[in-house]
């Protein structure tokens, strides 16, 4: 059953049509719905596959989670961005500056709100999507997020959405079944009052990641996304510039 615990109408109105659209269409499964809290905050931390985990990662909760979402979804131009920015709006996202020092104190504010008032805060750790299916290093917003809230984390694991709907690609993948895995809620009770140490908020963060790991199935890279998607954006570049001389 579904009861709008907090949030928008139009959050709703948004599932009930694409609920049944997308099960009929991309048959999506989910396991251990259970771990989530039915009340009260949680922060739903999940793997960053593709786009589709958007739309797949809350499809079968019975609650409504607001996620922190990339401010660029919010800020296109033309009628893309038009309907970007009224998809995000409406259902409730929050854009988030990712350009750090400021912006991310304005963010994890922002993120603690939605866990002061009851609510499940949805957050994608690494960042952004991973460019290559695997697990990359975790930032560790999401352990201050935990120690300064107090809010018990659940670790989700969008499985399959990486080659439904890769990074680029418009149209999905029929073949390519989606379909998310909860973990039991993780407890960070004992590190109350260390939100302020380093080395405490990247063991919360690996700990967090660990569990993710287990759960999808992933290759781990200590790494962090951004830097990798950089790297490998400098490698493409390379046999262009040598293909030049005669390679």
């Known amino acids: 059953m579904i ?29 251990g719905t259970q771990y989530v809290p039915r009340e009260g905050p949680a922060i739903i931390a999940s793997n960053h596959l593709s786009f589709a985990d958007h739309f797949f990662g809350p499809l079968p909760l019975p609650r409504k989670v607001t996620y922190l979402a990339k ?11 038009l309907i970007s920015k009224a998809f995000f709006s409406g259902v409730g996202q929050i854009p988030v500056d990712r350009t750090g020092g400021k912006a991310g104190e304005r963010a994890l504010k922002t993120g603690l709100r ?25 930032n560790t917003g999401v352990a201050r997020l935990a120690l300064e809230s107090g809010a018990p984390v659940v670790p989700c694991a969008m499985v399959g959405t990486y080659d439904l709907m890769p990074s680029g690609k418009i149209l999905p ?18 590190y109350a009052g260390l939100e302020t140490d380093h080395l405490i908020l990247r063991a919360v963060t690996d700990e967090i990641m660990y569990a993710l790991m287990n759960l999808s199935g992933q290759e781990y890279v200590d790494e962090y996304a951004q830097q990798a998607k950089a790297r490998l954006k400098g490698e493409q570049k390379v046999p262009a510039l040598t293909g030049t001389a005669g390679e």
């Open 3 to 31: 009861t709008c615990d907090d949030g928008s109408v139009f959050y709703w109105v948004v599932k009930a049509i694409l609920g049944p659209f997308l099960a009929v269409v991309f048959r999506p499964w989910s396991e």
């Open 114 to 138: 939605v866990l002061a008032g009851g609510r499940l805060l949805g957050i994608y750790p690494e960042g952004t999507r991973t460019p290559d299916g695997r697990l990359y290093r975790g």
């Open 71 to 81: 401010a660029e979804y919010f800020t296109g131009r033309g009628l893309k961005g």
């Open 173 to 190: 993948r029929l073949r390519f079944r989606p379909g998310v895995r909860y973990g039991r809620p993780l407890d960070f009770s004992r």
